[in-house]
């Protein structure tokens, strides 16, 4: 009995110094938001505009963003799952966190026990583009173009787990093109970008956070685009057809953001936190800034945590097997 009223106080006593952390929290420290990508590219920019639209609510903290790019987001990601679980230093990550399973064969982290889940951010559709020295004007003779001309193209992505990369391995899987072009990789989104308006590589598959301008300003040329059903109020996007209509049934790919705290963060704070993001994604400039970008701000129950982990697992359970029989793998 003696035992169990023990057990009873110990358990008592850690929650209400739970309690009383979160009381305090933020206070005046600086929450950080670690991206797992270089600074100016599609995920930091979500990162900027998230940290903006949680200061209201987190009662005018300061939120900082810090750059921690490298081997496919897991060096930042391994940076949070290791950090002190307080609260103060989160996770903002994209599909890496449900692809990074099947990629790497030695992931330092698991991403459904390591972490707590705060809650889906949005989602951005992703655009399939060509060089614009490219002679095909249509996805249909774009197809037509990559295999007549078989082992003489190249795709670029922006490096081992990134949206790029996942959406090419996906398309290519899809239309059964996985020998049909050579795959290169670089350091980062705005590398490969710059490279594809240069003619250096043929093809590339981003997200519309980072397309929409360069397509607008005529540097490279779109083909379609990769969720089931057309952009209609997308002002650039909604007449390019999506890979569903072209004849890939079934094929939806939208590239999500969510956010994330190192596992054994007070329940508290992970509510206070949970509460500032989804009056975040109800900010109006918030939503302008991603609707901007071609991105859509989540409104349904992946806002809250358990739904946005359950979703992640189902992601997981997606991408393992393309990711596998692509045979795409790292250490």
């Known amino acids: 009995m003696k035992a169990l009223t023990s057990v009873a106080v110990a358990i008592l006593s850690l929650s209400a110094a739970g309690a009383a952390l979160a009381q305090d929290f933020p206070g005046s420290k600086s929450i950080t938001f670690v991206v797992p990508f270089a600074a100016g590219g599609p995920t930091d920019r979500v990162a900027r505009d998230l940290a903006e639209a949680m200061r209201k609510p987190l ?67 992703m655009t399939l583009l060509g060089k614009p020295q490219l ?5 249909r003779d774009f197809e037509n173009y990559i295999r007549a001309n078989s082992g003489k193209l190249n795709l670029a992505h922006a490096g081992l787990g990134s949206a790029s990369h996942i959406c090419g ?21 705005a590398p490969a970008m710059t490279n594809l308006i240069g003619g250096q590589v043929d093809v590339m ?13 005529g540097r490279v040329k779109a083909f379609a ?16 057809p999506t890979l569903n209509e072209m004849g890939l049934k079934g ?25 500032a993001l989804k009056v975040a994604l109800k900010d109006p400039e918030f939503i302008k800034k991603q609707e901007g970008l071609g ?37």
């Open 225 to 240: 685009v990769t969720t089931a059903k057309p952009l209609s109020t997308h002002k650039l996007l909604k007449d390019y």
């Open 251 to 275: 094929f939806d790919l939208s590239i999500w953001h969510g956010l994330y705290a190192p596992k054994g963060t007070p329940e508290a704070i992970l509510k206070q936190l949970n509460d």
């Open 59 to 125: 009662n005018g903290a300061s939120i900082n963003v810090e750059n921690a790019a490298g081997a496919g987001g897991t060096i930042g990601a391994n940076k949070v799952a290791r950090a002190k679980n307080d609260g103060y230093t989160l996770l903002l990550w994209h599909i890496g966190m449900a692809s990074t399973p099947a990629l790497y064969r030695k992931l330092p982290f698991k991403p459904l026990e390591d972490f707590e889940y705060l809650g889906l951010v949005n989602e951005v559709p």
């Open 295 to 331: 991105a859509v701000v989540v409104t349904d129950k992946r806002m809250e945590r358990a739904q946005h982990k359950e979703f992640v697992s189902k992601e997981i359970d997606k991408l393992k097997p393309v990711i596998e029989a692509a045979g795409k793998f790292a250490d």
């Open 169 to 189: 391995l996906m398309w290519q899987s899809a239309v059964k093109l996985n020998e049909s072009m050579t795959t290169i990789p670089f350091g980062g989104t």
């Open 135 to 139: 002679p095909a004007n249509t996805y």
């Open 205 to 217: 598959c981003d997200q519309t956070t980072n397309t929409t301008g360069q397509i607008e300003a």
